[in-house]
């Protein structure tokens, strides 16, 4: 791929970096876009030999979401299997360190490590610098997402990298929600980033993906060791569209957040809502509706252009109420309905969000 950054010459902006990344050379009869790669096996001596140990249509989606990230990426097949790969790097019976608000997978998973023995996991209020210090005592890893899931707190990367590695702890972040356009992790430290490419990466809808991004080349060995062996392997196809999706991150990403950023400003104060947070920037926004579960469940029924499905980060706006689902943490609001704002014009939005507001105000009894 062009190299970002050579020396000598201007570091690029990540915006050109995410549509001239990963591309064949410009030279006569190169496709403009890596293919996609439907093969299992590959003539045998280079250096593929086989389907799950690598993939052009791989290579080209990791060479830009790496460039992005500032580092090695490593794709999988969704996010939780990234997790997984990542998790596997903690010696047996080693502390993890997450948020209590965390993404309700990556807190299953911890769980069910903890249950069968594999690792111990400690949940901190991640804003809570010092709460987060001391149960880094004795940590292997501490993981973490900013903004969090779906409490939308910020976490001071540096500080908690600082803390990781003062302990001799390995420092992850989950950058799913803010993207590398908005924060770059490895820039303060961190160790490794995961992905679950499903949302803002791709960004349509269509696709199930993850990725790992390592600081170091050791990192990253490690984590394509465990690819190759356990085998939680992208198809090709969805490397493919994950790709195509990330080349217009930044378009998607610009009009996503201004959307966010108008409809935080429109629905502050609204008689409906207990609360509307939004951590100021990315296209997340959580609304804690008055009265709890049952009109935050009539609201998601009530609106035409937003869609009521979990997930996030498509071009399509959509949102649901938290707590509908029993893995979801009891200190997080009944009433609490994440939204992930999409890209259709702002005021069709407001309109059809707004209505289904006043209308619970109406029906209020
Ligand atoms: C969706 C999500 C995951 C899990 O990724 P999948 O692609 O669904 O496996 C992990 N972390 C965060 C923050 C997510 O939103």
Redesign the pocket.
């Known amino acids: 791929m062009p190299d970002a950054n050579t020396a000598g010459a201007p570091a690029l902006h990540p915006d050109t970096v995410a549509v001239i990344a990963g591309r064949p050379p410009h030279t006569p009869d190169q496709p403009m876009s890596v293919p996609v790669h439907l093969t299992s096996t590959y003539v045998a001596g280079g250096e593929l030999e086989y389907g799950r140990y690598g993939n052009p249509s791989w290579t080209a989606f990791e060479d830009t979401l790496g460039a992005l990230e500032g580092g090695h990426c490593v794709s999988f097949a969704?996010?939780?299997?990234a997790?997984a790969a990542v998790l596997d790097l903690v010696e047996p019976g080693g502390t993890v360190v997450a948020p209590r608000h965390s993404?309700t997978?990556?807190v299953a998973m911890l769980k069910e490590l903890e249950t069968k023995g594999r690792v111990k996991a400690v949940f901190v209020d991640i804003t809570d610098i010092q709460a987060v210090t001391d149960a880094s005592a004795d940590a292997a890893m501490v993981w973490f997402?900013s903004p969090t899931?779906p409490a939308l707190e910020v976490a001071d990367i540096p500080a908690i990298v600082r803390v990781a590695h003062e302990h001799g702890a390995l420092a992850v972040v989950?950058n799913?929600?803010a993207t590398p356009l908005l924060q770059r992790p490895l820039e303060h430290g961190a160790d490794l980033v995961v992905h679950?490419?499903?949302?803002y990466i791709s960004g349509h809808s269509d696709v199930?993906?993850?990725a790992v991004i390592a600081a170091s080349e050791e990192l990253a060995t490690a984590v394509v060791a465990h690819r190759s062996l356990f085998g939680a392997t992208p198809a090709p196809l969805e490397t493919f569209l994950a790709l195509r999706g990330l080349r217009t991150l930044p378009v998607r990403l610009e009009r996503a957040q201004a959307n966010a950023q108008q409809l935080v400003r429109r629905l502050e104060g609204h008689a409906a809502l207990e609360e509307v947070r939004y951590p100021g920037f990315g296209a997340i926004v959580s609304i804690v509706v008055r009265g709890g579960a049952e009109p935050a469940d009539a609201l998601v029924q009530r609106t035409s252009i937003w869609v009521h499905a979990t997930?996030?980060g498509g071009v399509e706006s959509t949102f649901e109420r938290r707590r509908r689902w029993p893995l979801e943490q009891p200190t997080i609001p009944e009433g609490l309905v994440r939204l992930s704002v999409g890209l259709e014009h702002v005021d069709d939005l407001h309109r059809d969000l707004l209505g289904a507001l006043d209308s619970l105000i109406e029906t209020a009894p």
């Open positions: 969704s996010g939780m299997a997790m993404y997978g990556t997402e899931n989950d799913t929600f679950s490419a499903t949302k199930v993906m993850g997930s996030l």
